[in-house]
C-alpha cells in the first residue's frame, strides 16, 4: 500500500514539475509572494515554509532547506502546487474554519482525524504547551479559545490553531481557522495535507521541549 501511494506522489509531483515549467514562472512567484532570481541556466526560488526557507533550482527541481532539514516528497508536492495555484488574491482579516471552505464540509471527518485528533490527544489538557510550541515556530499568539496561535505556513498561507482544553465535564477540542482565499493558493485536497504538516510540526516541537513521546499521538 505504501508502495502504491509513493508512486501516485511521483507521478503527481513530476505532473507539478511539468506544469510549472510550462508557466510564466516569474508571474507566478510574484503571485505567490516568493522570491525569484532568474539565471543564465538555472533560476532560483526561495520559499518561506513554516520558520525555514525552502530553496528551489529549476530547471533541475533541487530542493535545499535553510535548516538542512529533509524535504519530502510530500512537501515538495505542496510547494510546487503553491507556485503553481497561486492567484496573488489579497489576504485579508476575516477567518474562517475548515468546514466553510466551500467545497470541504463533508471532508470535515477526514481533516479532524488526520490534522486535529492528534493534537487534541497530545495537548487537550495542557494549554500551557500547546501555545508554547507554536510560538516556538515562530506563531502569533491569538486570543481565541483557552489558548490559540496563527502558523504561517507559506507567504500567503496561514492556519490559526485553537484549543479549548478539557475538564471533569467537557472533553478537550480544537479548531482550526483560515483565510478565506485558501483555495485560491493550494488545491481544497491539499488543506488537509498542509495541515497535517502543520500539527507534525507543533507535536515535535513539543517532544523536543518536553520530552514526551509525539509520535504517539500522529
Known amino acids: 500500500m505504501e508502495h502504491i501511494k509513493q508512486k501516485v506522489y511521483k507521478k503527481v509531483y513530476h505532473m507539478a514539475c511539468e506544469e510549472l515549467l510550462n508557466a510564466n514562472i516569474p508571474q507566478r512567484c510574484e503571485a505567490a509572494g516568493v522570491f525569484y ?44 502546487h503553491y507556485l503553481i495555484k497561486a492567484s496573488g488574491a489579497k489576504i485579508g482579516k476575516d477567518m474562517v474554519p475548515y468546514e466553510d471552505i466551500p467545497g470541504l464540509r463533508h471532508y470535515l471527518p477526514v481533516y479532524q482525524k488526520r490534522a486535529l485528533k492528534p493534537l487534541q490527544a497530545a495537548f487537550g489538557f495542557d ?56 483555495p485560491d493558493y493550494l488545491p481544497l485536497e491539499d488543506i488537509v495535507v498542509v495541515s497535517k504538516l502543520a500539527a507534525t510540526r507543533i507535536l515535535k516541537e513539543a517532544r523536543r521541549q518536553h520530552a514526551f513521546d509525539a509520535s504517539d499521538y500522529s
Do not use: M
Request: no cysteine; proline share 6%.
Open 37 to 80: 532570481k532568474e539565471g543564465s541556466n538555472n533560476s532560483i526560488i526561495a520559499i518561506p515554509f513554516f520558520n525555514e526557507s525552502i530553496t528551489v533550482t529549476v530547471p533541475g527541481f533541487t530542493f535545499k532547506s535553510s535548516k538542512n532539514t529533509n524535504i519530502t516528497l510530500v512537501t515538495r508536492i505542496i510547494l510546487l
Open 127 to 182: 494549554r500551557h504547551a500547546f501555545l508554547e510550541a507554536g510560538l516556538s515556530l515562530g506563531a502569533i499568539q491569538q486570543e481565541y479559545g483557552d489558548a490559540s496561535f496563527t502558523l504561517h505556513v507559506l507567504p500567503r498561507i496561514s492556519i490559526t490553531f485553537i484549543l479549548w482544553e478539557g475538564d471533569s465535564e467537557f472533553p478537550p477540542s480544537i479548531k482550526t481557522l483560515f483565510d478565506p482565499t485558501i
